[in-house]
């Protein structure tokens, strides 16, 4: 991360925390943010951030500006994520990055192109839901206390 970058991710959380936002809610909603993220569906992230935001009251502009950090480790991790999926279903791995591959299975039957590759979607879904049972909590209890401690420096706004 650039140096531009942290110190804009530092204010944005000294911000929320001189308004009276938790250092709980703040390590929540990096700790969602971060899982969600990486979901290994393309497309599906900035709406699964917006819902898990509006739902907890987590701050929307941390959580999308957490997204938008992290979309090229969401690139990254699609592929780990299908294979882990494949593997752990007794799968033989399918062409992912096989472009020609791609299209000709997808011009010979779309359907059943779908459904091939939505099933090693759901897998790499199976993978990163047990994945994120470990990652979120720890995330959440690694930053609560260097959240806590940064809020313990700061005094609250005063209400206008």
């Not at 204010?11 to 929320?16: A, E, G």
């Not at 990254?76 to 299209?103: C, D, K, N, S």
């Not at 049972?133 to 260097?146: E, G, I, R, S, T």
């Amino acid at each position: 991360m650039s140096e531009g970058w942290r110190a804009r991710l530092r204010r944005l959380i000294v911000d929320q925390l001189t308004q009276g936002v938790t250092p709980q809610r703040i390590a929540l909603t990096f700790a969602l943010g971060a899982l969600l993220s990486v979901f290994p569906v393309f497309g599906m992230t900035t709406a699964l951030c917006t819902g898990a935001a509006l739902w907890l009251r987590l701050n929307q502009p941390l959580i999308q500006l957490l997204n938008a950090v992290l979309a090229p480790v969401h690139l990254l991790l699609l592929y780990p994520f299908y294979r882990a999926g494949e593997r752990l279903f007794g799968q033989e791995p399918a062409p992912l990055l096989a472009i020609g591959e791609l299209v000709q299975r997808f011009g010979a039957d779309p359907r059943q192109f779908i459904v091939d590759y939505g099933m090693i979607a759901a897998y790499g879904c199976v993978v990163w839901l047990l994945v994120s049972l470990l990652v979120v909590p720890l995330m959440y209890l690694a930053l609560k206390p260097l959240l806590a401690s940064l809020a313990r420096g700061l005094r609250p706004r005063a209400a206008p």
